[in-house]
């Protein structure tokens, strides 16, 4: 028998797929918070998330469009083997005085929408220009779970430069906004 909290979860990913199938939600991937972008050096699929890209979209009240879009997209991605690249860079929580999309509420919201393929095939996390804060917090949540599985969070590596990130994904193969580039710069000064 499943717990509560992972039939919660099923339930919430089967609810999140359906209305994705009828929802139009085209407009959000404008935005560029998550998308595919290439392959590691493992030749699984890369997926990039953008963390300050999805701050406007907590300030319109669209993160409930986001995870529709983020199902509709990433379902047939996410049923097979893959890494994902969180840029952390200039987010909310990173000391810009954006609003706090990323709370850990929303964090499980997504796990649960995303089903339990994410969980299984997600092979590891880079999570590019973290704070202490937020190690911190993915420390203590992968010994304790809290509503995300602790198989998340035991594979995210953190990455304090970009030249690391190239280590595990070819350089061509990856979008780098900007802003994450220029970031990374001031790192040398």
């Given at each position: 028998?499943?717990?509560?909290?992972?039939?919660?979860?099923?339930?919430?990913?089967?609810?999140y797929k359906e209305?994705?199938?009828?929802?139009?939600?085209?407009?959000?991937?404008?935005?560029?918070?998550?998308?595919?972008?290439?392959?590691?050096?493992?030749?699984?699929?890369?997926?990039?998330?953008?963390?300050?890209?999805?701050?406007?979209?907590?300030?319109?009240?669209?993160?409930?469009?986001?995870?529709?879009?983020?199902?509709?997209?990433?379902?047939?991605?996410?049923?097979?083997?893959?890494?994902?690249?969180?840029?952390?860079?200039?987010?909310?929580?990173?000391?810009?005085?954006?609003?706090?999309?990323?709370?850990?509420?929303?964090?499980?919201?997504?796990?649960?929408?995303?089903?339990?393929?994410?969980?299984?095939?997600?092979?590891?996390?880079?999570?590019?220009?973290?704070?202490?804060?937020?190690?911190?917090?993915m420390s203590t949540?992968?010994?304790?779970?809290?509503?995300?599985?602790?198989?998340?969070?035991?594979?995210?590596?953190?990455?304090?430069?970009?030249?690391?990130?190239?280590?595990?994904?070819?350089?061509?193969?990856?979008?780098?906004?900007?802003?994450?580039?220029?970031?990374?710069?001031?790192?040398?000064?």
């Amino acid at each position: 028998r499943r717990q509560p909290e992972l039939r919660d979860q099923h339930t919430l990913h089967h609810l999140y797929k359906e209305r994705a199938s009828f929802v139009d939600v085209e407009d959000i991937g404008s935005a560029k918070v998550l998308f595919k972008c290439g392959e590691d050096f493992e030749h699984r699929a890369v997926l990039v998330m953008v963390g300050a890209h999805l701050d406007p979209l907590a300030r319109c009240g669209d993160l409930d469009r986001f995870l529709l879009y983020a199902v509709k997209q990433l379902g047939p991605i996410t049923n097979q083997k893959y890494s994902l690249v969180y840029f952390h860079t200039e987010t909310w929580a990173s000391g810009s005085g954006a609003s706090g999309a990323m709370e850990m509420n929303f964090v499980k919201q997504m796990h649960a929408a995303l089903g339990p393929e994410h969980k299984n095939n997600l092979k590891v996390l880079y999570v590019v220009h973290p704070t202490f804060a937020l190690r911190a917090t993915m420390s203590t949540l992968s010994f304790f779970g809290a509503g995300v599985s602790w198989r998340v969070w035991k594979k995210a590596v953190f990455i304090d430069r970009l030249e690391n990130l190239f280590q595990y994904i070819p350089r061509e193969q990856l979008y780098v906004p900007d802003f994450v580039i220029d970031y990374n710069k001031t790192l040398d000064s």
